[in-house]
């Protein structure tokens, strides 16, 4: 037998064992509970009130010794989940955890009777328990809840992992979120602080007097930005639906209408690839900004990662993956092609600005182009293999190719670039922001180019939104906006490397 085959055998006969010890405790548990079904008829009772939480606790007495706490005789309701449990004689030591963190108890046959002892003694590693007490400190310091009354509340029947590996396999998190958060206090902070950062967020935006609203997630014609929609079929109607790819031209049309400062936290859907940074269903803010241009939207965002780097971070400075950030000054800018001159030393020499040089650049750099393909797709392209993941701090990439851009407004002065940003942080993007075009005959032109390359193949170009036109035929005012993925920026405000370690129940595949 090969070395390889017999680790396989010996992985595959450890995985037994494991299953088997598992099923074992759980056929132990099932009996506990049946025992106690028996004995106290409700295994489950719902009548019990928590008062209390332990973080609080932790936190209104942390500077209280054990003398002051016994006299105080403060006394608590907590519940929590067992999640440490040591037995000796007629005493005993646990610890629970709540939804804000531990907190110690202590038990004794003088505090609570022999029979509830017992009773406790039972009880397995996480059980949900509640506890009424007062507080108090261990001989070792550690501020402890002195049992007076104790409940189960929920039997577990399946065991928790080892307590000292926790749930380390990073696939198994994934796929038993809730296992993860029971476990890994370091998963729950990341999407505590994910529910922080959306509202920043919502606060940021009301105090600037955007209206928050809510537009269609199934829509019969996908728009608002270049990506395969996915596709249900609405039974009553007898009409396909797009799971929407943007809410983009939906609040387009709310500002037609009058809404001039808008924003929506929306679920987008988009049928592509899956990675560390793409998730087929993922959360935007969205925003549209009457009488706005783009430089007011590139200062807006400036603001805004200022105000949620000091109210989630404390400070202007955040580190990610080691490397400090800096929120507390204005984000870069340059052009696209600025950037690949930057940052791609064969550029230099060439005239970027023309398509016989960025194919010159493409050529030198092994980036295949073709025929059909104009300046701005070219460039693009280079953009995006050469520059991006070399824009480290916040930076603001502007004057993007018309021929990219099927939504943004044309530049006043160069009719081959937009007036439009991309914002990067950390080698990715974040956001994307232009001035809107408001020009119902230029945006019905750019639309028909979208349906010609989606005849010759592209399954991203964009649907005709023949509505779309009307809308903006009755006049819509000069608007900048902007889309932030939402995703991302917890990414980087958590240090986390991938988008599934900020998504409570990413995508994956079937096992």
Same mark, same amino acid.
């Given at each position: 037998m090969s070395d390889r085959n017999q680790a396989n055998t010996e992985s595959n006969q450890i995985e037994t064992d494991n299953n088997s010890d598992e099923n074992h405790l759980i056929t132990e548990r099932r009996e506990k509970l049946k025992k106690i079904r028996e004995l106290e008829g409700n295994a489950f009772p719902n009548d019990f009130k928590r008062e209390h939480?332990?973080?609080?606790?932790? @936190?209104? $007495?942390?500077?209280?010794?054990?003398? %002051?706490?016994?006299?105080?005789?403060?006394?608590? =309701?907590?519940?929590g989940r067992m999640m440490l449990k040591r037995l000796f004689g007629k005493a005993g030591f646990a610890t629970i955890r709540d939804q %804000?963190?531990?907190?110690?108890?202590?038990?004794?046959?003088?505090?609570?009777?022999?029979?509830?002892?017992e009773a406790f003694k039972r009880w397995?590693?996480?059980?949900?328990?509640?506890?009424?007490g007062c507080m108090s400190? =261990?001989?070792?310091?550690?501020? @402890?809840?002195?049992? =007076?009354?104790?409940?189960?509340? @929920?039997? %577990?029947?399946?065991?928790?992992p080892d307590k000292f590996h926790g749930l380390t396999d990073?696939?198994?998190?994934?796929?038993? *979120?809730y296992l993860d958060l029971i476990m890994n206090p370091a998963s729950r902070d990341v999407f505590n602080k994910r529910n922080l950062i959306i509202r920043t967020l919502r606060n940021f935006?009301?105090?600037?007097?955007? +209206?928050?609203?809510? @537009?269609?997630?199934?829509?019969?014609?996908?728009?608002? +930005?270049? +990506?395969?929609?996915?596709?249900?079929?609405?039974?009553?109607?007898?009409?396909? $639906?797009?799971?929407?790819?943007?809410?983009?031209?939906?609040?387009?049309?709310?500002?037609?209408?009058?809404?001039?400062?808008?924003?929506?936290?929306?679920?987008?859907?988009?049928?592509?690839g899956v990675s560390t940074r793409h998730n087929p269903e993922f959360t935007m803010i969205e925003f549209y900004w009457a009488y706005a241009n783009f430089n007011d939207l590139m200062d807006f965002t400036d603001a805004l990662m200022h105000d949620i780097a000091t109210k989630v971070s404390g400070s202007t400075i955040v580190s990610y993956q080691g490397v400090d950030l800096n929120f507390g000054v204005p984000a870069l800018r340059m052009s696209v092609v600025e950037s690949v001159i930057k940052y791609t030393p064969q550029a230099q020499g060439l005239d970027l600005n023309t398509r016989e040089g960025v194919v010159a650049l493409a050529d030198i750099l092994k980036i295949a182009h073709k025929p059909s393909e104009g300046w701005g797709k070219i460039l693009m392209n280079i953009f995006d293999e050469q520059v991006e993941t070399k824009l480290i701090q916040p930076t603001f990439i502007t004057a993007y190719p018309t021929e990219v851009s099927p939504l943004a407004r044309k530049n006043d002065?160069? %009719?081959?670039?937009?007036? *439009? $940003?991309?914002?990067?942080?950390?080698?990715?993007?974040l956001g994307n922001g232009f001035s809107e075009l408001n020009d119902a005959e230029?945006?019905?032109?750019?639309?028909?180019?979208?349906?010609?390359?989606?005849? +010759?193949?592209?399954?991203?170009?964009?649907?005709?939104d023949a509505d779309f036109i009307a809308a903006l035929e009755y006049g819509m005012p000069p608007t900048a906006g902007e889309g932030i993925g939402i995703d991302r920026l917890v990414m980087l405000f958590t240090d986390s490397v991938s988008i599934r370690d900020v998504l409570l129940f990413p995508h994956m595949r079937m096992v």
């Open positions: 939480l332990a973080n609080d606790l932790q @936190t209104k $007495f942390a500077d209280m010794d054990k003398e %002051s706490l016994n006299e105080l005789a403060f006394e608590v =309701s907590v519940a %804000s963190g531990d907190i110690q108890l202590f038990l004794n046959t003088q505090l609570i009777g022999s029979e509830k002892m397995d590693i996480g059980d949900i328990i509640g506890i009424k400190r =261990s001989d070792k310091g550690e501020l @402890t809840i002195r049992v =007076s009354q104790l409940r189960l509340l @929920t039997k %577990s029947l399946r065991p928790l990073v696939e198994a998190r994934y796929r038993q *979120r935006f009301d105090a600037h007097g955007f +209206a928050e609203v809510e @537009t269609p997630m199934m829509q019969p014609i996908p728009g608002g +930005a270049s +990506a395969e929609p996915f596709v249900t079929h609405h039974n009553a109607l007898d009409m396909p $639906f797009y799971l929407r790819i943007a809410p983009e031209l939906y609040l387009k049309r709310l500002v037609v209408g009058g809404f001039e400062k808008v924003y929506e936290i929306n679920r987008n859907f988009r049928n592509e002065h160069n %009719s081959e670039i937009t007036d *439009r $940003f991309e914002y990067f942080i950390a080698g990715r993007e230029d945006q019905h032109e750019r639309f028909m180019e979208q349906v010609r390359e989606k005849d +010759a193949g592209d399954g991203e170009a964009m649907h005709y």
